[in-house]
C-alpha cells in the first residue's frame, strides 16, 4: 500500500485543525471561521429641504437628509445556528460594549460567535456610526466618570466594591471610560424601535440581546416585529412597560423616581409569546439606600419584578435571574464584559438551550 | 490494512479545508479564518472639572471627562503579514467607510484581511464611536446628500456619470448616504494625529491607509510616529503640507480655494523616508471647470502632484497614479468601496509588494 496521500493529508489536517473549534466549546480559543461579514444601514428617515438645488451654489435647498438609522456589522460564522443574535447597546454606549472586555478579553460579539451564533452588533440611531440625527443636538463634554463608575457599579467612587468583578488596573478603567460616546440626537425609544424592527426584518427570526437602557427599545422592538423570538435583557434600566390600567406605583429613589410606563394591553400581550430573560447583578440592596449608583439598581430591580410577573400573569414566558442569589456575586452593571462574562455567557446559553432558542 | 482512520481524517477534512483561503489569493471568497479580533480606544485626554464629588448629590464638580481618543476595531488573519494596515475614514464618514460596499460587496477591510494582513479600522477622535469630544459642538440635520453626489462624483445630481463605478439601484445609494455620520467636535487634525501616532505605539510598524480629508492627518501621522513604514492615500482632500518657504499659489476652484499648509522643513523631511502612494478617480477634468463637485478635485489633483514632486525633490519615494491615465475609468471619491474596489486593492497590493511592505 501507498500511505504518501494520508500523511500529506494528517500534515495538512494539523495545520487546519484550529481554525474550527468545536461547536459550543465556550472555552475555544482558536482562530474564529467566519463565513461572512459585513455592515449596513437599516431602518430611519429621508428629509426634504424645500426649494432647487444647484449644483453649482449648492446650499441647503433642495438637498436630501438621509438619518435615524441604525448601524449593524454583523459576522456569521461557519455552519451557523439558525438564529442570529442582535445585540443593542445601552445609554452612552455603542456597540462596542460587546466588544473586548475593558481589560482586553473577548466580550459578548466574539464568546458568542465562537457558540456558532451569526452576531449583529448594533450602534442604535443617533449614536456612534449611525450618528446622522433628523433632530439637531449639542453634544457637551460632560464630566460624568465619577458617576459611571457609581451608577454603573464598579463601586463607591474611588473604591471598587471588595468583589466586583472588575479588573482594577489603571488601564482597564480608562479604557472603560472611552467606550462612552454620547447621543448625536434626542434618545427616542420609538425612533430605536422602529430602526430595530427593520434590522429583524432584514434578519429574519432572532434573538435580542438588550443592556440597560435598551430594555425599554427591545421591549418596543419585539411588539413591533414577530421576528424577535426571544429576548436576553441585561439589566434593564428604562422602558418598563405595562398594560394600560395595569401600572404598579412609581418608585422613588435615591437616584430619582422610576415610573412603569403604559401601552395597549394588545402590545403588551405580543411580549407573551417569546421567552424573556432578565439578569441583574451585584452590590445594590434590595431596600432602599442613601447611596444613589446602587438605589438606581433597587428600583429598576424591583420594578422588573412585578414586570416579570405581569408578563407571565398574561400567560407569558419571563423570568429573572438576580445573580447573588444564585451564587453569582460582584457583578458590575455590564454583565456582558465583566471578569466572568464566560460564566454569565454559560448562564445565556442554557437558557438559549431550554427555549430552544439555539 | 485499516483505513477507517484515514477515511474520517478525509471527511473532517473536507469540512475544513474551505476556511483556509491561499494566501494572497484576491479572487478568495470563503471563510475568513480570523486568528483574534477585538476593539479599543487609544490616545486622547482627560478633562476635570474643579470641586469635590459627591457621589450621592453628584454635579459636575469634581469629575473628569475622557475624550478625543481614537476607536479601533482589528482583525488578525491566520498567518499575518507582518506589517498591519490602519485605515482612517474622511470627512463625514467612520471606519464604515472600508467595510461592507454601499451594494453589498466586501470593501477593503475584508479584501485586504483575505490578502494576509492584519487590519486595523479608526473612527477618528470626535466621530462615530469615539464620539467623546473635549470641545462641546452642535450636530445639525444639513441636508448634504445632492452636495454628496456631486462632490463625491457619483455624477451630477441626478445623473450618474455614464462610467461611473456605482451601482445604480436606489438602495445603493440609500446605503451610501447612510454612511455618513457627523463630527461630533470641531474637526482638529492635530488631535486625530496624536490618537493615530499613539496607535502606531501600539500597533508596531504598519502601513496607513487614508481617505480623502484624512490625507492632512495621515502626514501628520507619519510625522509623529517613525511606526508608520509607507502610506496609501486615497483622494487626500485636506493638508497638502509643504516645507516653509516652500509653498506653492493657493488653488482657486469652483468649490473655493485649496491653500497649501507650512510645515518645518525637518517635518517634511521625515515624510521622504516612506513609500508613498496617491491615488485619484475619474470623471474630473485636469483644465478648470464651473462643475463645483469636479473642480474641486482638479485643484486637489493639481496640488497633489505639486507635493509628490516636493517629496522628491527633498529625497522621498512618492508617486501619484490618476487611474484615468492607467486606463482604470469611472472610479467616484471612494475608490475603496466601487465597483471595480478588486482592481483597485490589486494595484495596491502591487504597490505594497515592490515597495517590501508585504
Not at 101 to 118: A, I, N, S, V
Not at 174 to 192: E, K, L
Amino acid at each position: 500500500m501507498n500511505f504518501a496521500k494520508p500523511v500529506l493529508i494528517l500534515m495538512t489536517l494539523t495545520s487546519l485543525v484550529a481554525c474550527a473549534p468545536p461547536p459550543g466549546d465556550s472555552s475555544a480559543t482558536g482562530p474564529l471561521v467566519i463565513q461572512q461579514q459585513g455592515s449596513f444601514a437599516v431602518g430611519g428617515k429621508v428629509v426634504s429641504t424645500p426649494g432647487t438645488y444647484d449644483n453649482n451654489q449648492p446650499t441647503t435647498a433642495g438637498q436630501t437628509f438621509h438619518g435615524d438609522h441604525l448601524y449593524a456589522f454583523y459576522q456569521l460564522p461557519q455552519n451557523p445556528k439558525p438564529l442570529p443574535i442582535v445585540m443593542l447597546h445601552g445609554a452612552f454606549q455603542s456597540a462596542r460594549s460587546w466588544e473586548t472586555t475593558p481589560d482586553g478579553r473577548e466580550g459578548f460579539q466574539t464568546l458568542f460567535l465562537r457558540r456558532g451564533f451569526p452576531v449583529y452588533l448594533v450602534d442604535q440611531p443617533r449614536r456612534g456610526r449611525a450618528g446622522n440625527s433628523t433632530v439637531a443636538a449639542t453634544v457637551e463634554p460632560t464630566p460624568f466618570d465619577q458617576l459611571f463608575f457609581d451608577q454603573f457599579r464598579l463601586g463607591k467612587w474611588l473604591n471598587y466594591f471588595d468583589n466586583v468583578q472588575f479588573d482594577r488596573k489603571p488601564e482597564t478603567l480608562d479604557q472603560f471610560f472611552r467606550s462612552v460616546t454620547p447621543n448625536t440626537g434626542p434618545y427616542d425609544a420609538g425612533v430605536i424601535s422602529d430602526a430595530m424592527a427593520a434590522l429583524f426584518d432584514k434578519t429574519g427570526p432572532g434573538i435580542l440581546f438588550s443592556h440597560s437602557q435598551a430594555g425599554g427599545p427591545g421591549w418596543l422592538t419585539a411588539i413591533k416585529s414577530q421576528n424577535v423570538k426571544g429576548i436576553v435583557a441585561l439589566e434593564p434600566g428604562s422602558g418598563f412597560i405595562f398594560p394600560e390600567g395595569e401600572l404598579p406605583p412609581e418608585m422613588p429613589s435615591a437616584a430619582g423616581t422610576l415610573s412603569p410606563e403604559p401601552v395597549p394591553l394588545a402590545d403588551f400581550e405580543k411580549l407573551t409569546r417569546i421567552p424573556i430573560v432578565i439578569y441583574y447583578g451585584d452590590n445594590f440592596p434590595t431596600a432602599p439606600t442613601a447611596e444613589r449608583g446602587q438605589d438606581n439598581w433597587r428600583v429598576r430591580l424591583a420594578m422588573a419584578r412585578l414586570w416579570v410577573d405581569a408578563i407571565n400573569q398574561h400567560g407569558g414566558d419571563a423570568q429573572l435571574v438576580h445573580l447573588p442569589e444564585i451564587g453569582v456575586r460582584g457583578n458590575t452593571h455590564f454583565l456582558m464584559s465583566d471578569l466572568n462574562n464566560v460564566e454569565i455567557a454559560d448562564l445565556v446559553s442554557k437558557f438559549l438551550a431550554e427555549k430552544h432558542l439555539d
